[in-house]
């Protein structure tokens, strides 16, 4: 018989309009499914990110990237983690088929059972306090030289749990920083362009972890692989 592991909590940083986040988050909800691992989501933005650079990578000089994150904001705060993963997720699948970037922003927030109003948040500032904090926070967990996604994992369980998965989102928790006092490994990525799912999701995991949490680790790469494909 399998003695399941300690569940982990895996603390996902991501700006909603990048595809590549994307794509690493639906694997880290595939290995949801087949590691005990649940999932925090927190906001960072690439708009922020980027402030103060000769280039612009992302191309966007009118800032229309602040617009979904700013939503995603407020709906983390008034909605809480479970709101905001509806969201991310319908703002990726609304359009429905094949879907290259994000769906409209309205029709994502009904999608996700959310008032079609929240849209208007992101067109103001209210919430660029709380963007900034919690990018920041990534920031401080792997450095300067990255974006997104950041993920942190906090607790003690064995890298190689097996076992089934229990894909649950942690509650909201007021106050609460990622991993606060526990033990915890943090990186950029991975980067994929597919998803890996079943095992193929768990290897990834285990193998992310296990490089991460080398003492003396810093980076690995490989050839770059074609941009990610409709949705």
Same mark, same amino acid.
């Given at each position: 018989?399998?003695?399941? *592991?300690?569940?982990?909590? /895996? $603390?996902?940083?991501?700006?909603?309009?990048? &595809?590549?986040?994307?794509?690493? *988050?639906?694997? #880290? #909800?595939?290995?949801?499914?087949?590691? &005990?691992?649940?999932?925090?989501?927190?906001?960072?933005?690439? *708009?922020?990110?980027?402030?103060?650079?000769?280039?612009?990578?992302?191309?966007?000089?009118?800032?229309?990237?602040?617009? &979904?994150?700013?939503?995603?904001?407020?709906?983390?705060?008034?909605?809480?983690?479970? /709101?905001?993963?509806? #969201?991310?997720?319908?703002?990726?699948?609304?359009?429905?088929?094949?879907?290259?970037?994000?769906? !409209?922003? %309205?029709?994502?927030?009904?999608?996700?059972?959310?008032?079609?109003?929240?849209? !208007?948040?992101?067109?103001?500032?209210?919430?660029?306090? /709380?963007?900034?904090?919690?990018?920041?926070?990534?920031?401080?967990?792997?450095?300067? $030289?990255?974006?997104?996604?950041?993920?942190?994992?906090? =607790?003690?369980?064995? $890298?190689?749990?097996?076992?089934?998965? $229990? =894909?649950?989102?942690? =509650?909201?928790?007021?106050?609460?920083?990622?991993?606060?006092?526990?033990?915890?490994?943090?990186?950029?990525?991975?980067?994929? @362009?597919?998803?890996?799912?079943?095992?193929?999701?768990?290897?990834?995991?285990? =193998?992310?972890?296990?490089? /991460?949490?080398?003492?003396?680790? %810093?980076? #690995?790469?490989?050839?770059?692989?074609?941009? &990610?494909?409709? @949705?």
């Amino acid at each position: 018989m399998t003695v399941p *592991s300690e569940i982990r909590t /895996a $603390h996902f940083w991501f700006d909603p309009s990048c &595809p590549y986040t994307w794509l690493t *988050s639906r694997w #880290l #909800l595939e290995v949801a499914k087949v590691r &005990p691992v649940r999932v925090r989501w927190h906001l960072m933005s690439l *708009s922020v990110l980027n402030e103060g650079r000769d280039d612009d990578p992302e191309g966007d000089p009118e800032g229309w990237l602040w617009v &979904p994150v700013r939503i995603c904001a407020a709906v983390l705060e008034e909605y809480g983690q479970e /709101a905001l993963a509806r #969201l991310y997720t319908a703002l990726w699948t609304v359009g429905g088929g094949e879907q290259e970037w994000l769906g !409209d922003l %309205h029709d994502s927030l009904e999608k996700a059972g959310l008032p079609r109003t929240l849209a !208007d948040a992101g067109m103001t500032t209210a919430h660029d306090e /709380a963007i900034r904090a919690s990018t920041a926070e990534a920031v401080g967990l792997v450095g300067t $030289h990255v974006g997104t996604p950041v993920i942190s994992v906090s =607790g003690h369980g064995d $890298h190689h749990g097996g076992g089934h998965g $229990h =894909g649950e989102m942690d =509650g909201d928790r007021e106050g609460e920083r990622a991993g606060a006092g526990q033990a915890r490994t943090a990186f950029f990525g991975p980067v994929v @362009s597919e998803v890996p799912t079943g095992e193929a999701a768990a290897r990834l995991w285990d =193998g992310v972890l296990l490089v /991460a949490s080398t003492p003396g680790f %810093h980076e #690995l790469q490989t050839s770059r692989p074609p941009a &990610p494909g409709p @949705s």
